[in-house]
């Protein structure tokens, strides 16, 4: 079992940045993948970025802007967001998944461990 606890989300003018962060309890990250997903008001749940063993995984809409980095000692995962869009307004969801029931990274339905969320909106 995995809990995780999403922290760092806020309101931010486009341009701006901001530094997601997950915190993980009951197993250590560094043996899942772990991802961010986010999911607008109306739409449906999408992969934003993944990482395991150091390999990442980004969806288009988020490559040169964003990265996903790991830190096993404190057992967190982050999710630095730079040149922010209006479109990049979402809630955002920290997973964990298994390695060996891993297909695509970016799909939700890979993961079995999810945060509560933390909401991000970008204004123009």
């Known amino acids: 079992q995995v809990q995780l606890v999403e922290s760092g989300g806020g309101s931010v003018q486009a341009g701006g940045s901001l530094r997601l962060s997950c915190a993980a309890s009951?197993?250590?990250?560094?043996?899942?993948?772990m991802a961010w997903f986010r999911q607008a008001l109306r739409q449906e749940r999408e992969g934003v970025a993944a990482?395991?063993?150091?390999?990442?995984w980004y969806d288009d809409s988020v490559k040169g802007r964003f990265t996903i980095s790991q830190d096993n000692a404190k057992n967190t995962v982050y999710l630095q967001m730079n040149s922010l869009k209006p479109e990049d307004t979402a809630m955002y969801y920290c997973a964990a998944g298994t390695p060996w029931t891993m297909g695509w990274p970016l799909s939700s339905r890979m993961y079995d461990y999810w945060g509560q969320g933390t909401q991000v909106t970008v204004s123009s």
């Open positions: 990482i395991y063993t150091g390999s990442t």
């Open positions: 009951g197993d250590t990250l560094s043996s899942h993948y």
